[in-house]
C-alpha cells in the first residue's frame, strides 16, 4: 500500500525534544545513571486543594460531555482572573477552555491562517509554533534573535518582517526556551506596530507569573482598545499549578475569533475533560500560597545554576528572569547543540535539548524545574564534558 500523506503532516519535523528524551530515558531503564536537564514541567506536584476538588466532582459523577469551550463556571473564573491580574475585561463567550495551551495554540492558528497566510515568530521560539503553522498551510516567518538582546525581538525587526500577507504575530512572554521577559515598554512597541500594521498577535502568557528578579509583565492586550482587538491570550494551567497532565488551557479572544475557535473546537476534541474542569476553578479561586514557595525554590536553582554555566569553559549565559529555562550559549565549545547534546549525553549522561529545536543552534536548553541536588551532579558533569572540548 502506497500511503498518502497530506503535504501539511509531511512538512512537520519530527521533535528533536523527544527524540533526545527517549534516549535518555531508555539509558536510564538500562540502570544508566542519566541527570536530566529536558523537562518541560515543575517538579512540584498540584496543590492538594486542586486535586481534591477534581476528585470531588468525579466521586460525584461530573463525568458527562461539557458545553465544548468549558463550563460556565470556569469560563467565568478565568474572566474574574483577566479581570483581577490583567485588568482586562472579557465575557466568558471570550473564553474558550481547551485541553492544554497547546490545543489553545493550535486553535488559535488552525481559525486564523491558512495557505498564504504568514505567521511571524521570533527566534528562540518554542518548537511547536512553526509546526503548527505549517499544519495550518501557513507560512512560519522567523526572526533571528540572540543573547546579546536577551532574544527579544526589537520594534525595527518586527516592522522589517510584516508584509501584506503577515495574519499573526506570536509574542511568548516569559518565553520557552530562554527565560526572557520583555518590559512592558517593549511589549507595548510591538504591540503599537501590530495595531498600527493590523496583525493580530498571539500572546502566549502560560508564564505569566513565573518570574525573578523584581520582572514585570503586562499583556499587550492592556495598553488600549486597540491592543485589546488585536491581541488573543494563550495560557494554561501547566506551569503555575503544575497541571501538565491534566491538559488544561484557555484562551481569551475577540468575539468573532472566539467564536471561530468555539467552532473549530466543538468539531475536533469537544470539551476538555469534565472534573478536570472543575480543579481548574479551584485552582484560579482557590488559595495560591503555593507560587512563592515554588518561585523561592525555582530562583535559588536559577541562580546557582547560572552563576556555575557561566564559570565553565566555552559557555557564556544570561540570567534568565522567568519561566524555568536557562538558555546558554555553546558556541565557543566548537560544536553545534544536537552534536553538542548527543556527545554530553554519551560520555557524561546529561540530558539537555539542542537550540535548534528551538531555532537557535548556538545554545542548548537548560530546564532547572529539577532537584537541587541533580542540578548540582548534572552541572559538574557538564563543566567536565566542557573541560574536555577545552582541550
Ligand atoms: N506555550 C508554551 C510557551 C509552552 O512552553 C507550553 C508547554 O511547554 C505550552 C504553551 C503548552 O502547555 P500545555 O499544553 O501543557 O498547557
Redesign the pocket.
Known amino acids: 500500500m502506497n500511503y498518502k500523506i497530506s503535504k501539511a503532516a509531511a512538512s512537520l519535523s519530527p521533535s528533536l525534544t523527544l527524540a533526545i528524551d527517549a534516549k535518555a530515558k531508555a539509558m536510564k531503564a538500562a540502570g544508566e545513571d542519566v541527570v536530566g536537564f529536558g523537562a518541560?514541567e515543575p517538579d512540584f506536584d498540584t496543590p492538594q486543594h486542586i486535586k481534591d476538588a477534581a476528585a470531588k466532582a468525579l466521586a460525584a459523577g461530573f463525568t458527562k460531555y461539557t458545553p465544548s469551550s468549558g463550563i460556565p463556571e470556569l469560563r467565568e473564573a478565568i474572566a474574574e482572573k483577566f479581570k483581577r491580574e490583567n485588568g482586562l475585561t472579557y465575557k466568558p463567550s471570550q473564553i474558550i477552555v481547551s485541553n492544554?495551551?497547546?490545543?489553545s495554540?493550535f486553535n488559535v492558528i488552525c481559525a486564523t491562517c491558512e495557505a498564504g497566510d504568514e505567521v511571524i515568530i521570533p527566534a528562540p521560539y518554542?518548537l511547536s509554533y512553526p509546526e503548527m503553522v505549517k499544519l495550518a498551510g501557513a507560512k512560519p516567518v522567523i526572526i533571528q534573535t540572540s543573547d546579546k538582546t536577551e532574544f527579544k525581538v526589537t520594534p525595527e525587526q518586527l516592522r522589517a518582517a510584516i508584509t501584506p500577507n503577515t495574519r499573526l504575530f506570536v509574542l511568548?512572554s516569559p518565553s520557552?526556551p530562554t527565560g526572557s521577559v520583555y518590559t512592558p515598554e517593549e511589549i507595548k512597541a510591538l504591540g503599537d506596530i501590530c495595531v498600527e500594521k493590523n496583525v493580530l498577535i498571539m500572546s502566549?502568557e502560560?508564564y505569566e507569573h513565573l518570574l525573578y528578579d523584581n520582572a514585570k509583565v503586562k499583556s499587550v492586550a492592556s495598553f488600549s482598545p486597540a491592543h485589546f482587538e488585536h491581541t488573543i491570550i494563550v495560557h494554561?494551567f501547566?506551569k503555575a499549578w503544575s497541571m501538565?497532565g491534566w491538559r488544561l488551557?484557555f484562551l481569551a479572544a475577540p468575539e468573532p475569533v472566539a467564536k471561530a475557535i468555539d467552532a473549530v473546537q466543538s468539531h475536533s476534541t469537544s470539551n476538555p475533560c469534565s472534573f478536570a474542569q472543575k480543579g481548574g476553578v479551584a485552582a484560579l479561586t482557590g488559595p495560591q500560597d503555593h507560587l512563592p514557595k515554588w518561585l523561592a525554590e525555582f530562583d535559588k536553582r536559577r541562580r546557582f545554576a547560572h552563576t556555575k554555566l557561566n564559570s565553565m569553559p566555552g559557555i557564556s549565559c544570561v540570567n534568565a528572569k522567568g519561566a524555568f529555562y536557562l538558555f546558554p550559549n555553546i558556541s565557543k565549545t566548537g560544536l553545534k547543540s544536537a552534536d553538542f547534546c548527543a556527545k554530553l549525553l554519551e560520555a557524561e549522561k546529561v540530558a539537555a535539548v539542542p537550540g535548534i529545536a528551538f531555532g537557535a543552534d548556538d545554545y542548548i536548553r537548560l530546564s532547572y524545574a529539577t532537584g537541587m541536588a541533580n542540578i548540582e551532579k548534572g552541572l559538574e558533569r557538564i563543566e567536565k564534558f566542557c573541560k574536555t572540548l577545552a582541550k
Not at 100 to 103: A, I, P, Q, T, V
Request: proline residues 0%; neutral net charge; glycine residues 34%.
Open positions: 518541560g492544554g495551551g497547546k490545543h495554540c518554542w511568548n520557552n502566549d502560560i494554561g501547566a501538565t488551557g
